[in-house]
């Protein structure tokens, strides 16, 4: 009987010392996977970085003003305008623009801006914009009559409009005159992209 007992005894010891094993050695792979996983995450969260860190250091600021044939994005959508209307009469602001207080001024000038960019026969045109009580006036230099009559009809289609002034200029391009609007034109650009850099992203 005392022998049984001593097997018994010894046979128990065996089964907890095999189930201890087990147990660690379910610990270990679990600490493993969730370190593996964890070191997987910190990768991608790296990569994710990484890849935003890039995005922002490659991307070119667009010019918010003065000239709106330097502006290459898509035009806003009204929500746009009116989520970020703060910024863009702070744009108008700087650049020395116009918008009156009409109830859509502000939006006829983000607007006719974009319109006007995307016109690929202005491209070679500085043109200024200012808005008041729906009326646009067109300032600035184009390079023939052409451009001036077209910029006129862009601004004249924007929805909301009421009227153009069109105080363009023509002046081929070489001359002093365009010269040095383009010289003012490219200093407003570099002080919004400098806005722009500098403002905290969404």
Known sequence: MFSELRVFVFNAKEDLCRMRRRIEGLIFIAALALLIVGCDNTANNNRTVNANANAVATATPTPAVANANTNTRRAPTRE????????????????????????????????????????????????????????????????????????????QSVEGVTGVRNQLKVAPSGTNANVATNANANRANANANRANANKPKP
Do not use: M, P
Not at 119 to 127: E, G, H, K, Q, V
């Open 80 to 155: 746009e305008y009116e989520r970020d209307k703060e910024r863009y009469n702070r744009e108008a602001r700087e650049s020395g623009r116009t918008v009156g207080t009409g109830l859509n001024d502000g939006w006829l000038w983000v607007k006719t801006r974009f319109d006007l960019a995307a016109a690929d026969d202005l491209r070679d045109s500085t043109i200024n914009v200012d808005v008041d009580k729906g009326v646009v006036t067109l300032t600035g230099t184009v390079a023939s009559a052409a451009q001036k009559a077209r910029a006129e009809a862009v601004a």
